[in-house]
């Protein structure tokens, strides 16, 4: 069984920061695209940061550029989120995604990953 296993998230103060975590087991994503997602109520899936099976690779939404920062560890099957200078707009769930393809671009659509995790809550007070 495929499983996406978020950590990290909790409540911080605005300015603070968190790594969050997401272990993938069932199967190797080490070739795969990765990526952290996050959605507003009534709002479209917003990818916060994805990267290419290298973590070379990698793209951010705008609102997230010069804060936060992915990286894989394919080794352990891992990839994290580095998030610092924290807003309260970034309070969200945070959830982790794999495409099931090797070799993808991390300028995929949210439809184009197979799958994904529970979530991890951040809260980001004032």
């Known amino acids: 069984q495929v499983q996406l296993v978020e950590s990290g998230g909790g409540l911080v103060q605005a300015g603070g920061s968190l790594r969050l975590s997401c272990v993938a087991s069932?199967?190797?994503?080490?070739?795969?695209?990765m990526g952290w997602f996050r959605q507003a109520p009534g709002k479209e899936w917003e990818i916060v940061a994805a990267?290419?099976?290298?973590?070379?690779?990698?793209r951010y939404a705008d609102s997230v550029k010069g804060r936060f920062t992915i990286s894989r560890e394919n080794a352990e099957s891992t990839v994290y989120l580095q998030m610092n200078s924290l807003k309260p707009e970034d309070t969200n769930v945070y959830y982790c995604?794999?495409?099931?393809?090797?070799?993808?671009?991390?300028?995929?659509?949210?439809?184009?990953?197979?799958?994904w995790g529970q979530g991890t809550q951040v809260t980001v007070s004032s």
């Open positions: 995604a794999a495409q099931s393809r090797p070799y993808g671009n991390p300028w995929i659509a949210p439809h184009e990953y197979d799958y």
């Open positions: 069932g199967r190797t994503f080490s070739w795969s695209v």
């Open positions: 990267t290419d099976w290298s973590g070379i690779t990698t």
